[in-house]
């Protein structure tokens, strides 16, 4: 056919056509176009001319018409398809779609110009693209072969550009044409070799998982029954390889056991060895996909069932999970710098992080699962959803991802039938791209930056999905726990839960059947969470109770959306849930009041206390906004319990790995809690004065005393406290004494109210006359007193005075009246000293309760609490006249401020804080093991069990006896400070 030259087109570059459209579609060419009118010939070249314009590429598309055209007419039947195109709409679709998106396919046609035939609709019905290859029989076998593939491969390009089959589809017909050709090459080169040996053809990969992309290596493993057939099998193996390298794609054997330098063919018995033996995580990974291909697919489902339980246990191995997550790096890494943005294969982003996230959570999920035990990615991601294992949201956003990306491979590929995974980078290509994947221009935006919108979007998605699921530290527990213990009977559950230290394993058993029955989602979640929960719980002194305690917590939540997908997706939830719950009575009962603040536990950030000011202000502003002082101290109450929940938590998980960062040490606890109680009393004060409003110019304020005052409070402590007011000026204190009087009356009245939460008790007995005396006095009362009246013990109380709520100003000034007192100039005389020790001797006799072991009550015992606190605050009152560095409210910051002055020997004081802070860890451990208050360590039993478990040690006996010794030193140096 002559290709004359015709007039610049200008009206066919409306249909997006280049220079030589009127050239190829005019008279001389496919006579579709009129050249003197501008309109095409008729309405079949209005058809045909339409359809090309919406081709992927239209000028390609009319080239390899043209082409295929000018190839037929060498026979007389180019007027045959250009007439066949008119009549049949779905031919024409599919034709004009296959050239106008591969050049290679377009080639074969011209090349092979009769088969355009395949692709007529024929009695209604498209031809058939199901990847089956036509029987080969031919004097060369190998040159017919490839013939058949190609003819197989335009039907389902042309299915897939047409939308006459979707992307699962696609990669079935490409994976079943790949298994055709692989018994056909089996078939050709056990001919040639002559030889019938029983040899079995295992795909791997993208063809054994069923979803092949147009051009790919296809992974296989070859597996020989016995070593007689080693010799013939490996002949026929090797054929195979060659031929199918000739007729499609190359055939990859570099997954078998040793890779290439491993032989190409082994036994059955033989890859049972290897894989026993020396295979590492990634090749049990590749099993995954493994399925029988061709030859012998009888002997290669049996290679497969032999390393199934090999599989299926790949992932107990210790360093499993980080061999997947490392091998991932690898490929990243290996991807050339210069195409890392534009791979969709291997880079950030691409399928393989879908493929690795789907595929751990497989082999860490399947052992249990069977349901999971699939070949596909799309099938297996799907299962995971269905399990529980993926949330549906995450899991529809990975499969959107997974179609988008694999869509846009197949595209990349088909244009030249090459093997390529790169986005290309000049704009033409970015063109053609978009428009092959069905993009067009919009109003503010063309074709291609619609395609990147979508690509950056997906790939984002995808990437922030995979490290979520491949880095899910519940992973890394679920794959420790073994295999048998997430599949049990109920029989073996009851000895599971025995071996496990479950003291009533039948009642145990009852909760998990409460939490596991059934076939919802729920139930299937629970499942994957309580064989890892088990294994924490076993590790607290009552894990029954840990039991118990969750499923408390999951009966109120269980039907709450985020509940579950908290502790199967955020970080180290569900196992920090489990050791709160393992461990701490007082944390679980808060947690059962309030089982929302379970999100503190998914971020170490959470899990950091608050500063005083953001607690003040806030527990302000919740005060604030109810009229009703009742209704005010309820919400300050309920932050409260949120702020004690956090601590809690912080404190219990110090120790182990699923520790915050940073720890909280026991220090950091005291400063915590006594900010919550600053709060609480400051937010109360406000209540209290809305129900009382004060005389205008009075002011009032709460001074702190004890360990609120040091800011050394713990779980179990009381706020002690001393009410201050100051009359306006020229007013006798006499009349603004019965207001003040009432506020905090009602302070103590609102906090003392019945209530489920810890209760704050307000202690004010270290007032001036104790019980006996006024409960509020003015600041010049408290000064007169002070002055005249008090003894050396209420100076060294005042030691720790310090303002927690109320008027800055006031607590300012009572603090400078104090200082007069607890900072003497000239230190104690010998008769005060001589009282301080008389009064730390009554206190020994007097107050340790009966029955009370004094070697192990942390508070009152030799070496607890009170010792150590009465050294710190004899070098106070004996020194920090003269030296400003003692002045402070803090036990341990007194010490190591006498140290540096070189007032208390480097020993004493190492002994001494050693002493304080072991006592504080133990008596606030004792409080969060059994929920309530308690400062005897006892000597044996579940509660010191829990009490050493709590402050991450192991040996009780050890842990006693370290408990004495730090004990005796503590007592041995406060009795060096008593006796000067």
Not at 839 to 858: C, F, M, Q, S, Y
Request: glycine letters at 10%; charged letters at 25%.
């Amino acid at each position: 056919m002559a290709r004359p030259t015709g007039e610049r087109p200008t009206r066919l570059a409306r249909f997006g056509f280049g220079d030589r459209a009127a050239e190829l579609l005019g008279p001389g060419g496919l006579g579709l176009w009129d050249p003197a009118t501008g309109e095409p010939l008729g309405e079949p070249g209005a058809e045909l001319i339409g359809a090309l314009s919406r081709a992927g590429d239209p000028d390609l598309a009319l080239r390899q018409l043209h082409r295929l055209v000018e190839s037929l007419d060498r026979t007389g039947s180019g007027p045959a398809l250009l007439s066949a195109l008119s009549d049949d709409d779905g031919l024409r679709r599919r034709l004009v779609a296959v050239l106008g998106a591969s050049s290679a396919l377009g080639d074969h046609l011209v090349a092979n110009p009769a088969q355009w035939t395949a692709l007529r609709t024929t009695d209604g019905q498209a031809p058939s693209a199901t990847g089956v290859l036509e029987p080969v029989d031919a004097p060369n076998p190998v040159s017919a072969l490839r013939l058949a593939y190609r003819l197989a491969l335009l039907k389902i390009a042309a299915a897939d550009l047409t939308g006459g089959r979707g992307l699962e589809q696609t990669m079935a017909a490409l994976s079943a044409l790949a298994d055709g050709t692989l018994r056909a090459a089996y078939g050709i080169a056990a001919a040639e070799v002559g030889a019938a040996p029983r040899l079995g053809v295992v795909a791997l990969g993208k063809c054994g998982g069923n979803e092949l992309n147009y051009v790919s290596d296809v992974d296989v493993i070859f597996v020989a029954a016995t070593d007689d057939d080693l010799a013939a099998a490996t002949g026929i193996a090797t054929r195979l390889i060659e031929i199918c390298g000739l007729v499609a794609w190359p055939v990859d054997a570099a997954l078998r056991p040793e890779g290439s330098r491993g032989p190409l063919v082994r036994t059955l018995a033989s890859h049972q060895a290897y894989y026993q033996r020396w295979a590492r995580t990634w090749e049990f990974q590749a099993l995954l996909k493994a399925r029988p291909a061709a030859g012998d697919t009888a002997l290669a489902q049996q290679w497969i069932d032999t390393l199934a339980p090999l599989v299926w246990h790949a992932a107990e191995r210790p360093e499993a999970v980080e061999d997947v997550r490392a091998m991932r790096r690898r490929i990243v890494d290996n991807v050339p710098a210069r195409e890392m943005e534009r791979e969709i294969k291997r880079g950030p982003g691409g399928l393989r992080d879908i493929e690795f996230a789907v595929q751990l959570l497989q082999l860490v999920h399947g052992r249990a699962d069977e349901t999971l035990r699939v070949t596909g990615t799309m099938p297996a991601l799907r299962a995971l959803v269905g399990g529980g294992y993926v949330g549906r949201a995450d899991g529809e956003t990975l499969l959107r991802g997974y179609r988008f990306l694999r869509t846009v491979e197949h595209r990349l590929q088909l244009q030249a039938l090459r093997r390529t995974h790169t986005v290309p980078a000049d704009p033409a290509g970015l063109r053609w791209l978009a428009a092959a994947l069905g993009y067009t221009a919009m109003p503010g935006r063309d074709a291609v930056e619609s395609f990147r919108a979508d690509w950056v979007a997906h790939a984002s998605e995808v990437r922030r999905l995979h490290v979520k699921l491949l880095y899910r530290p519940l992973l890394e527990a679920v794959a420790r726990v073994p295999a048998e213990a997430l599949r049990l009977t109920p029989e073996a559950a009851r000895r599971q839960l025995e071996v496990l230290g479950f003291a009533d394993p039948t009642g145990a058993l009852r909760h998990l059947e409460a939490l596991t029955g059934g076939v919802s989602r729920t139930a299937a979640i629970q499942r994957t969470l309580l064989p890892v929960l088990l294994q924490e719980f076993a590790d607290a002194a009552e894990p029954d109770r840990g039991l118990l305690s969750y499923r408390q917590v999951s009966d109120k939540l269980g039907t709450t959306p985020w509940y579950l997908r908290l502790l199967r997706d955020e970080g180290p939830v569900a196992r920090r849930l489990a050791r709160v719950l393992g461990l701490s009575r007082y944390a679980a009962d808060l947690l059962a009041r309030d089982p929302e603040a379970l999100r503190l536990l998914a971020e170490d950030a959470e899990l950091t206390p608050r500063t005083g000011d953001v607690v003040r202000d806030g527990f302000g502003a919740a005060a604030d906004r109810h009229e009703d002082p009742a209704e005010a101290i309820r919400a300050v109450r309920g932050l409260r319990r949120r702020e004690l929940f956090r601590i809690a938590c912080a404190d219990a998980l110090s120790h182990g790995s699923l520790a915050p960062s940073p720890v909280l040490d026991v220090r950091g606890v005291g400063t915590a809690l006594s900010d919550v109680a600053d709060a609480t009393l400051g937010a109360a004060l406000r209540a209290a004065a809305r129900a009382y409003p004060l005389p205008p110019g009075l002011t009032f304020a709460v001074i702190g005393m004890g360990r609120l005052g040091g800011l050394e409070m713990g779980f179990s402590s009381d706020a002690d406290v001393l009410f201050v007011f100051d009359p306006p000026p020229g007013q006798p204190d006499g009349a603004s004494s019965a207001a003040a009087h009432a506020v905090a009356e009602e302070l103590r009245r609102l906090l003392g109210m019945p209530a489920p939460d810890p209760p704050l008790g307000v202690d004010a007995d270290l007032r001036p006359e104790g019980r006996q005396g006024p409960l509020v006095r003015s600041l010049a009362a408290y000064a007169q007193y002070y002055a005249r009246w008090s003894h050396v013990w209420e100076a060294q109380a005042l030691l720790r005075a310090r303002p927690v709520a109320g008027d800055a100003e006031l607590g300012a000034r009572f603090v400078a009246m104090a200082d007069r007192y607890r900072y003497p100039a000239t230190g104690l005389s010998q008769a005060q000293q001589v009282e301080i020790r008389r009064i730390k001797a009554r206190v020994e006799n007097e107050r340790l309760p009966r029955g009370a072991d004094p070697a192990t009550h942390v508070k009152l015992g030799r070496g607890g609490l009170a010792d150590v606190e009465w050294a710190a605050q004899v070098l106070q009152l004996r020194h920090a006249g003269a030296h400003p560095a003692l002045r402070t409210t803090r036990t341990v910051d007194a010490l190591a401020a006498a140290e540096s002055a070189g007032l208390l020997d480097p020993a004493d004081a190492t002994a001494l804080v050693a002493g304080w802070r072991q006592a504080a860890r133990v008596r606030n451990a004792l409080m969060l093991v059994r929920g309530r208050p308690g400062d005897q360590l006892p000597r044996h039993g579940v509660e010191l069990a829990g009490v050493v478990r709590l402050l991450g040690r192991d040996d009780a006996g050890e842990f006693i006896d370290e408990y004495l010794r730090t004990a005796r030193r503590a007592r041995a140096a406060m009795e060096h400070v008593l006796e000067g």
